[in-house]
């Protein structure tokens, strides 16, 4: 799917191309991803849990977060905050009502315009989990996201390497998910919405065959500018054929913005709207440097 939106924010424009593509890969019969791919909000869900009900997880946190969140309506950070939260009420729910034995729940990645303070926007990113969200610069592809996973812990402590990580036979086991727990926090960040900007939203399906040097390079042949459909059928059927041994689904985000809407007082305002929502908040921010290669 693909689509481009002209979107007003605060004394300016941004345009939005954004599209999105997913598959069960070539092992697993049944696809437990979900995702949402609708100006503002763009959300990447891998379902866990198996028995059938994880891709019930994954739908239900979807769902919550777009009842929250309606369509060309720009949220607040506290707002988007909030729905995270019923996104996991709603899975907690949802495994009530069907009954589910054990664990069923989901990671979240989440990329979002939020309106701050006069007239500035941000892109407000979160995650739960090992689903990851990239910026892509045209030269280089960063991570911003820091999993919430077993070996990124030993990674983050010395006890293990980034390409340790990449074959440890607990590199599947997450320490954070939505629907597990009565409350979950997000490691949540603000970025400024200025200039060219390509985001890559991603299910552990893309990261599990395709290393950051890989997913570099299909996006450097393709190319992000004006094709981010191609952009996104390429990296998932790349990965399906380095193995797929996993569901996969990728959205990429391309934002454009026609005069810069952050000035020289974003990062004051930033800082304030995370002592808004809470200074627990500040213990969830990306580590820097974080995350496994």
């Known amino acids: 799917m693909r689509d481009e939106t002209v979107v007003p924010v605060g004394s300016g424009i941004t345009r939005i ?9 070539a092992v697993r019969p049944l696809n437990e991803d979900s995702f949402r791919a609708e100006v503002p909000l763009f959300v990447v869900a891998d379902g866990m849990g198996g028995h059938e009900r994880g891709d019930v997880a994954s739908r239900t946190a979807i769902a919550a977060l777009a009842e929250r969140v309606a369509a060309d309506a720009v949220p607040t950070v506290d707002e988007l905050i909030e729905a995270i939260a019923a996104a996991n009420d709603a899975v907690r729910a949802q495994s009530e009502r069907d009954g589910v034995d054990g664990v069923s ?27 990851r969200l990239y910026e892509w610069t045209g030269r280089e592809l960063k991570q911003l996201t820091v999993d919430h996973s077993f070996v990124q812990e030993l990674v983050d402590t010395g006890r293990l390497t980034a390409e340790e990580a990449l074959v440890h036979p607990e590199r599947n086991v997450i320490t954070r998910a939505v629907g597990v727990r009565p409350d979950v926090v997000a490691d949540v960040w603000l970025l400024p919405v200025s200039g060219e900007q390509v985001f890559l939203l991603c299910s552990d399906g ?45 959205i990429v985000v391309e934002s454009s913005s026609a005069t810069a809407l952050v000035d020289a007082g974003a990062h004051d305002r930033i800082a304030s709207t995370r002592d808004r929502v809470g200074a627990e908040l500040e213990d969830t921010l990306p580590r820097s440097g974080g995350g496994a290669a």
């Open 105 to 131: 729940g989901t990671t979240l990645v989440v990329l979002s315009l939020v309106r701050g303070g006069g007239d500035a926007a941000y892109w407000l990113a979160a995650n739960i989990g090992d689903s």
């Open 17 to 25: 191309a954004v599209s999105a593509q997913t598959s069960a890969g």
């Open 206 to 250: 893309l990261t599990r065959e395709l290393s950051d040097d890989a997913i570099a390079e299909v996006l450097m042949r393709h190319g992000a500018a004006g094709e981010p459909c191609s952009i996104a059928d390429a990296l998932v059927a790349a990965a399906v054929d380095a193995g797929g041994s996993d569901n996969v689904t990728v």
